[in-house]
């Protein structure tokens, strides 16, 4: 096995593994529990900056969406999947560009978000870093054949 093949399986395996961690954290949220806030409302305005429900209804779609993401990237970094694996990532990697430049938006004030709390500081800290790197690492897994 070459580098860029070992680098390729090394990236989709890390991409995978974010996006099975934020699928399995979507499941726990549907169960009604809100770790790590303690209550609904707590837990919205850290991850969103808004309160929304984080029922079922909404967070059983979300980690369905995050789990095929991860299971896609994971075959496409192997060579398995084909077309519908590639597209996925490529999906999977203009998501994250979306949310990491939004993140930027919030960061410089051209998007609204709440000015105390803290969804800033975990958007600047947390969030728009990992988007902007994994959508980084993504999109170039994506390309690869």
């Not at 890390?14 to 409302?41: I, M």
Request: hydrophobic content about 50%.
């Amino acid at each position: 096995m070459n580098n860029a093949t070992r680098t390729r399986r090394r990236t989709g395996r890390a991409l995978a593994a974010l996006l099975a961690a934020d699928g399995l954290v979507h499941l726990y949220w549907a169960t009604g529990l809100t770790w790590p806030a303690p209550d609904e409302r707590t837990l919205s305005l850290a991850v969103l900056g808004s309160e929304v429900s984080f029922g079922p209804p909404v967070v059983l779609p979300l980690a369905a969406l995050t789990l095929t993401g991860a299971a896609a990237v994971l075959a496409h970094a192997h060579g398995r999947g084909g077309r519908p694996a590639r597209l996925v990532t490529s999906a999977v990697a203009a998501g994250l560009a979306v949310r990491g430049l939004a993140g930027l938006g919030w960061a410089a004030g051209l998007l609204p978000t709440p000015a105390e709390g803290p969804f800033r500081t975990l958007n600047l800290a947390l969030y728009t870093p990992a988007c902007l790197g994994f959508g980084w690492a993504a999109a170039r897994l994506a390309r690869a054949r």
